[in-house]
């Protein structure tokens, strides 16, 4: 049986500065293989539009996640970003903290777990309603 906290996915997040009023979203694609954890964060650069990029290399212990957000250097960004946080048990939500360079912030992301059995009985009805092959 797999784990159902493995962090494999896309997931949508938030993150956010305790200091003042930095708050931006992001998308991260995942892949985790024996709790080892890497992948890419793209989020938007407000400041002068586009999007920002970083790759992702950290560890999950159980419930525990702890990775580093590197930024590739895309709208000017090359510093590291420490997070470290818990996935609940369903493996749909992370929460935790950030830090970097003394300042702090919290941060969540989500993502949706689809089972097969639900997703058949969709493409049932698409088919039945005329929108599926």
Do not use: C
């Amino acid at each position: 049986m797999s784990d159902p906290q493995d962090l494999t996915g896309v997931w949508y997040g938030r993150y956010s500065a305790d200091q003042d009023d930095q708050d931006n979203g992001f998308i991260a694609l995942l892949e985790e293989q024996h709790g080892a954890v890497t992948g890419t964060i793209s989020e938007p650069d407000q400041g002068i539009g586009g999007i920002r990029r970083a790759t992702v290399h950290g560890q999950r212990d159980g419930a525990s996640i702890s990775f580093t957000k590197q930024y590739d250097g895309t709208g000017g960004w090359t510093h590291s970003v420490d997070y470290a946080g818990n996935v609940d048990p369903d493996g749909t939500l992370v929460m935790g903290g950030w830090v970097v360079e003394g300042l702090t912030g919290a941060f969540d992301m989500t993502r949706e777990k689809f089972d097969a059995e639900a997703l058949e009985g969709e493409e049932d009805i698409a088919i039945v309603l005329g929108r599926g092959a």
